[in-house]
């Protein structure tokens, strides 16, 4: 996390006239299997799409809250970066999209069995949504019922 010294004056007034949320309780649901046992799925707030899918549209006042579906086999280079925000320095995760996408470590989980499996589809959505309230009340509960059909055990949240 950078100190706000680090941004541009737009952006450090923007932070601090933010009405950030606060959640209380924040929503926890403890593990009830071993991680060995469990199926697992990503879900990064990168904006990742696949050569094939729509960008996110950058247009949308307060952020497009829409999600893509990247499939398990997907090969990480093929993943392209459509975060909107230019707070932050893009160049990490576009020389590897592991830092917010990390499949391949996954993979590497599951062949050392420190994981049950990897869940056939991971979910991306946009970061940087500064009006969150249809993520929350449409977006997010759509996200959580495909993984629950598809019987994931626990998601890896890889925010940015």
């Given at each position: 996390?950078?100190?706000?010294?680090?941004?541009?004056?737009t952006?450090?007034?923007?932070?601090?006239?933010?009405?950030?949320?606060?959640?209380d309780?924040?929503?926890w649901?403890?593990?009830?299997k071993?991680?060995?046992?469990?199926?697992?799925?990503?879900?990064?707030?990168?904006?990742?799409?696949?050569?094939?899918?729509?960008?996110?549209?950058?247009?949308?006042?307060?952020?497009?809250?829409?999600?893509?579906?990247i499939?398990?086999?997907?090969?990480?280079?093929?993943?392209?970066e459509?975060?909107?925000?230019?707070?932050?320095?893009?160049?990490?995760?576009?020389?590897?999209p592991?830092?917010?996408?990390?499949?391949?470590?996954?993979?590497?989980?599951?062949?050392?069995r420190?994981?049950?499996?990897?869940?056939?589809?991971?979910?991306?959505?946009?970061?940087s949504i500064?009006?969150?309230?249809?993520?929350?009340?449409?977006s997010?509960p759509a996200?959580?019922?495909?993984?629950?059909?598809?019987g994931?055990d626990?998601?890896?949240?890889?925010?940015?």
């Amino acid at each position: 996390m950078g100190e706000l010294k680090e941004f541009s004056i737009t952006v450090r007034a923007f932070l601090m006239a933010y009405p950030w949320r606060r959640i209380d309780p924040i929503p926890w649901t403890p593990l009830i299997k071993k991680l060995a046992q469990c199926r697992l799925a990503l879900i990064s707030s990168a904006g990742f799409v696949l050569p094939e899918q729509a960008p996110f549209d950058e247009t949308i006042k307060g952020g497009d809250v829409s999600f893509r579906e990247i499939p398990s086999d997907a090969h990480v280079s093929s993943l392209i970066e459509t975060h909107r925000s230019d707070s932050f320095d893009h160049s990490g995760i576009n020389a590897d999209p592991n830092l917010a996408f990390p499949i391949d470590r996954v993979r590497e989980l599951s062949e050392q069995r420190s994981i049950g499996s990897i869940n056939r589809r991971h979910l991306s959505f946009m970061g940087s949504i500064t009006a969150p309230g249809r993520l929350v009340k449409e977006s997010a509960p759509a996200m959580a019922s495909l993984l629950r059909e598809d019987g994931v055990d626990a998601a890896l949240l890889v925010p940015v």
